[in-house]
């Protein structure tokens, strides 16, 4: 959610502000705003909606400087109104923070007691007016947020404009992922390396706790402690161009098509072709001991441990729980000695899903993380790190990070079952033979792509749609209806087909399109049987399944959707495929805004 980008530049910042901010939209906003310090002054600029809007305003009143800060908000505290965008600001300091500050309301309450007044409803305004009051008071900037931070509690990335001080930026961050990038006679801060892109690829993350005042010449970086610290400089890779749409009309519709890739090159870092055997990185605990796996998600990741659930207790037959990471802790669960806690995110920021890994790394859990950032918070705490290569994923409904967990966590599932000896060394070979096969049937699932588009029409109109599936197909059906919901704001919903008939099966009419998954194989006829109770009641079927599978169950559904004959390991992988390109046409069909649906944020870092 929430992005920052600040710059302590040699030319005027505006415009490359608005460019960080636009690269950051993909997280998910609805205010937008910048603040320059000028002749004395600190210029503020924001608006509600879109950056369009902003950029209009800015084009009327522009904000001259060659220091600045930057942000998009997702609204937590107050509605989305341009009195609430940030930067917020006082007479001496203006801020952007991402996160969340628990105590607000205490510390509001102090400061409205000794005379402060506000403008608006956010929980960050009390962090402007605190340093605001240190710096009145005589005290240095540094000195001032060195004493208002550990007044804090809750998480933030926040980065720190001061009007009498026109060459320099403050930064900090805890529990919220801030980034300093160098530059040649520049220096930034930003939420991600994306946003720095096309400024600069020497990027330094900073720690828990870390705080930074970043000038011309470079950055000095203090930790929790306030002690002096280096953090590593790193090449960040990420190039402008990795962010483009290209001929695509939506970064959606760019980012499924990019699958086959991106599965290939995750496979690559898992499997040696050759031997035909799984290579996991280098561990220094025994997987082999491993007693019993916990996995923790949220949202899309969360389906994608449902299905690994399967593939672990199948193959290796090691007991799993699956959480929804933002009620694991609440629950108190009980966790074993000798377990894996398994966490998986695309972002490695997600605030639910860090706060889970950390409660069960205090209860001496090991640690493994699938994250598409192997830069990230997640992945930097993790014992085992099993990094994705989906590449920046833009588009706020995952999808390509989505299909490159699932192959790590087969690559994964195959190697636990391995070296617990439940798996030979032949059947090994042909796990991965299935795995290498992965991104070729991809390919053959993107060409029905037109074929789904002449059909999204049918499904458009639907105020319901039901998807079911068996087995890992489950996870499968969930994941689709989660889908249409996030871009189309069509309600709709995943079941386990035999579940239909305990109570779903009363919403079934005409005017309900059912979506089955259902590949041909040992669950085929049983999930027949269910979508044939559905048809029974008037319901409309949309069939998802291959040749054979509709050959035998195709005749008089509303449409059907044909898959290449594949392997039940890989399947999820290709099945993604279709309920994807399904939503992304219903909500073009539909008008809706696909990139960025409403209410919604890339990376949720706040609880």
Known sequence: MCGIIGIVGKEAVSDRLVDGLKRMEYRGYDSAGVCTVHDGQLVRRRAEGKLANLVQVLKSDDAPGNIGIAHTRWATHGAPTTSNAHPHATQEVALVHNGIIENFKQLRDELTARGRTFESETDTEVVAHLVSEQVEAGHSPADAVKTVLPRLRGAFALAIAFRQFPDFLIGARLGSPLVVGYGDGETYLGSDALALAPLTQQIAY?????????????????????????????????????????????YMQKEIFEQPTVVAQTLSSYIRPLEQTVALPQMDFDLAGVKRITIVACGTSYYAGMVAKYWFETFARVPVDIDVASEFRYRDPVLEEGGLALFISQSGETADTLAALRHCKEHGQTIAVVVNVPTSSMAREADLLLPTHAGPEIGVASTKAFTCQL???????????????????????????????????????????????????????????????????????????????????????????????????????????VIVLAPSGPLFEKTVSNMQEVRARGGKVVLISDAEGIEEAGEGCLATIEMPSVHPLIAPLVYAVPVQLLAYHVACAKGTDVDQPRNLAKSVTVE
Do not use: C
Request: aromatic share 4%.
């Open 407 to 513: 192959a790590v966590l087969a690559a994964l599932a195959a190697h636990l079952a391995l070296v617990k000896g439940k798996l030979s060394a032949e059947q090994e070979r042909e796990i991965v033979r299935h795995l290498i096969e992965a991104p070729a049937a991809l390919n053959a699932a993107l060409a029905h792509d037109e074929d789904i588009a002449a059909m999204a029409h049918l499904i458009a109109p639907a105020r319901d749609v039901l998807y079911l599936g068996r087995g890992p197909d489950y996870p499968l059906a969930m994941e689709g209806a989660l889908k249409l919901k996030e871009i189309s704001y069509i309600h709709a919903e995943g079941y386990a087909s035999g579940e239909m008939k305990h109570g779903p099966i009363a919403l079934i009419d005409e005017a309900v399109p």
């Open 206 to 250: 900073l720690e828990e706790g870390d705080w930074v005042v970043i000038a011309r010449e470079g950055a000095q970086i203090f930790d929790k402690d306030n002690n002096p610290v280096e953090r590593e400089i790193t090449t960040s890779g990420v190039s402008a161009a990795s962010i483009e749409k290209g001929n695509y009309r939506h």
